[in-house]
């Protein structure tokens, strides 16, 4: 049997660019700044991802950097993964790992509202200020695309299937 690619070249190109765009937008999510903390109006530092999930380690906090690291950054390479996968792989392989990248799909925003949920939460007045940075952003754009990437492969795949 065939892949996705070889049923729809036209596709593979587009879906490329859409799921290089993810990565990237992902990566970059990840290190630069996603929130700016200010401390009593005179502190000031900026927090990413990744720096948040070491600082969280360090702190000795880590079974929340160990749920924050897997949620925030092991779940999104897998899902861009399984979606590379998905799209190359051969229909006999490719099997029930569709409906888990489409059931994966529901979850991927909850990393984007945990962080709105905290610097809504936090804001402190004159003690603490929260202010999203590009970071959360970038995070959230390679959250919608690829969630566009699965839902295009989705399509392609109940297009052969049958499951319109």
């Known amino acids: 049997m065939t892949s996705l690619a070889d049923r729809f070249p036209r596709h593979t190109i587009a879906l490329a660019v859409l799921w290089a765009l993810a990565a990237m937008a992902l990566a970059a999510g990840l290190a630069l700044p996603a929130v700016r903390v ?59 790992l569709h409906a888990l990248a489409a059931g994966a799909g529901k979850w991927s925003m909850l990393d984007v509202l945990v962080v709105a949920v905290v610097v809504a939460s936090m804001q402190g007045g004159f003690l603490v200020r929260l202010r999203p940075e590009v970071g959360i952003y970038l995070f959230g754009a390679s959250t919608l695309l690829a969630t566009l990437v699965t839902w295009v492969i989705d399509r392609r795949r109940r297009a052969v299937d049958g499951d319109a």
């Open 38 to 96: 200010t401390r009593l109006r005179l502190v000031e530092e900026t927090v990413s991802v990744l720096s948040g999930i070491a600082e969280l380690w360090q702190g000795g906090s880590w079974p929340l950097a160990i749920v924050i690291a897997l949620f925030s950054v092991a779940f999104p390479v897998a899902k861009l993964a399984l979606a590379a996968w998905l799209w190359f792989a051969p229909a006999a392989r490719r099997g029930a």
